[in-house]
Nanobody, 123 residues
């Protein structure tokens, strides 16, 4: 079965950076597109970024363009989310998700989910 494990979260000061990783098992990684989503306390899960199966296509939530970068390494079965200039509003649990087929910004399109990694930005 497909398993996704996120890592790299933690506590960071505003203006700092973090790099999240999502590592997959149980799947031919080049068969799946991957998305990152996040959920802040009391808020709905929201789309962050997505990357196509071989990394040729990336897309970001409009509010995050220029600060976040998604990438993947299929040899390592991993997708990364580099987050720069973090602010308090970026505090959330970050989830990676995978689907067979095209990358999507709709969480309901993803069949496989990790358990999430907490990112906390302090002032």
């Amino acid at each position: 079965q497909v398993q996704l494990v996120e890592s790299g979260g933690g506590l960071v000061q505003a203006g700092g950076s973090l790099r999240l990783s999502c590592t997959a098992s149980g799947v031919t990684f080049s068969d799946v597109a991957v998305g990152w989503f996040r959920q802040a306390p009391g808020k709905q899960r929201e789309y962050v970024a997505r990357v196509s199966r071989v990394g040729g296509f990336t897309n970001y939530a409009d509010s995050l363009k220029g600060r976040f970068t998604i990438s993947r390494d299929n040899a390592k079965k991993s997708v990364y989310l580099q987050m720069n200039s973090l602010n308090l509003e970026d505090t959330a649990v970050y989830y990676c998700a995978a689907r067979i087929g095209a990358a999507s910004s709709d969480a309901s399109d993803y069949a496989f989910w990790g358990r999430g990694t907490q990112v906390t930005v302090s002032s």
